[in-house]
């Protein structure tokens, strides 16, 4: 039975991850808090990535043959790039430990969509344009793995719009706004963007775990689900499965309401409309996938099943 080690599997893709792995693999999950279900605390171990000393120690007693890296801050509240640690300096220790290791067959670091900002369509892999402190943390995940490449196989996967079961802000958000009547058609403009049900991003990174990724011209892989998703067509299908119809109200309004969100922001007051947040939800983002679905052809799950496995998650959550 292969070893999996999972960073950060505590969390929302972790979870998944650790549920369809756990009848076939020995795992360990490395987190700095317990995860929500039982069944993955018994393979759970508190250490943070930043300790280096602990990790390495932890690590080398388990010996994995795979590595899934997961763990991160993922939060916009970052007032500079040392308070992402955990993306910068916990990667570094990882990498360094990585060469340890003598059964270790893959690794996967995970890294992010942002960075670049919506609607730049990165012309390499190591073309990079943040626009967030969370961004530029990113870049230097990824920066840092180019820097201390392990001797086996790996690869950097770069999650797009990410839901389904296990999920929190902020895109649980978009399906409890639906499901208290609170979300709105932004007049004719409807977007498209690359998401993906957690179900297909699981299927994804296994199959980039298990398959060859060794050409160094292709090592990053963005995982959601392929064609892109419409704002306007999956809210509908959100809101038929609870059987209602959502509304809509003028541009013109949504722009002035974000106005005042942009006012009270100034004043640290929370407010849950504002220009930044109005320009994404009004702009493409579309994610070219073809690498990754030449490795992970057959996504599992529809996106109305990923919508209804979710309705179901929330019901009970």
Known sequence: MYKILITG???FIGTNILLSLQKEYELLNIDIRQPQLPDIRKCTLLVDIIDYEKLRDVVIVFSPDYIIHLAARTDLDGKSINDYSANVVGVKNL????????NLKKVIITSSMLVCRSGYYPKNQFDYAPTTIYGESKVETEKAV????????????RPTSIWGP??????????????????????????????GYVGNSVYQIKQILFNDTRDETRKVYYIGDNPATNIEEWGNEIATELGFQIKRIPYCLLK????????LNLLSIRFPMTSFRLKNMTTDNI?????????????PYSRIEGVRKTLDWLRLA
Not at 95 to 102: E, F, G, Q, R, T
Not at 287 to 299: F, G, K, M, V, W
């Open 9 to 11: 599997g505590s969390g």
């Open 95 to 102: 990498m360094s430990i990585a060469k340890l290791l003598p």
């Open 146 to 157: 180019w820097a201390n490449k392990p001797m086996c196989d790996w690869a950097i996967i």
């Open 166 to 195: 296990w999920f929190g802000v902020p895109y649980r958000n978009f399906f409890d706004m639906v499901l208290k009547r609170r979300y709105i058609h932004i007049g004719h403009r409807s977007c498209t963007k690359t998401y």
């Open 256 to 263: 002035i309401v974000a106005y005042v969100g942009d006012c």
């Open 287 to 299: 994610i070219d996938l073809s690498d990754t679905y030449e490795l992970a052809p057959n996504p």
